[in-house]
């Protein structure tokens, strides 16, 4: 895989879409930090590491057509990273769009005066910075600049 971080927004976008309850996918430093993130500005419910080894009750475990084979995939042999995706009181996902903004073939940075306002500050970008990563917002009071990894909103 090119980009593990272009992967996990489609994944929580496509997940979302479909009104999917949680989104398991690998885990990795950034992913984590990313996801921490989306938790802390409440755009998703909770985020959980699942150690490995560790079985995990799915969807697919609780249909009657899988066969004892097919069940026991449902235990990792790595860490997982668990997103308990947030929905409005009408079935709507919190996050309308994730947008991937610096790739791996083209980086966009931005200067400390040059940061996003995503929405007219409704929504974030996810910047990374000297400093790890935070949001926009976080950057602008911290006067640091850095690359714009991503737009939530």
Same mark, same amino acid.
């Given at each position: ?34 996801? *921490? ?16 080894? !560790?079985?995990?009750?799915? !969807? ?7 066969? !004892? ?24 996902? *919190? ?59």
């Amino acid at each position: 895989m090119t980009d593990p971080i272009a992967d996990m927004l489609t994944r929580i976008r496509n997940a979302s879409v479909i009104k999917k309850s949680e989104v398991i996918l690998g885990v990795s430093k950034i992913k984590r930090e990313i996801a *921490e993130i989306l938790k802390k500005e409440g755009w998703v419910h909770d985020v959980k590491i699942l150690k490995a080894g !560790q079985n995990v009750e799915s !969807q697919a475990k609780k249909n009657k057509f899988l066969d !004892q084979q097919e069940q026991q995939l449902d235990t990792y042999a790595f860490d997982q990273l668990k997103i308990i995706l947030k929905y409005k009181e009408n079935g709507k996902s *919190e996050i309308n769009n994730l947008k991937r903004i610096s790739k791996p073939g083209l980086r966009i940075y931005a200067k400390k005066d040059e940061l996003p306002k995503v929405l007219n500050n409704f929504g974030i970008a996810i910047i990374s910075t000297p400093q790890g990563l935070m949001t926009n917002k976080e950057a602008r009071k911290k006067k640091v600049g850095g690359e714009i990894i991503c737009e939530i909103y």
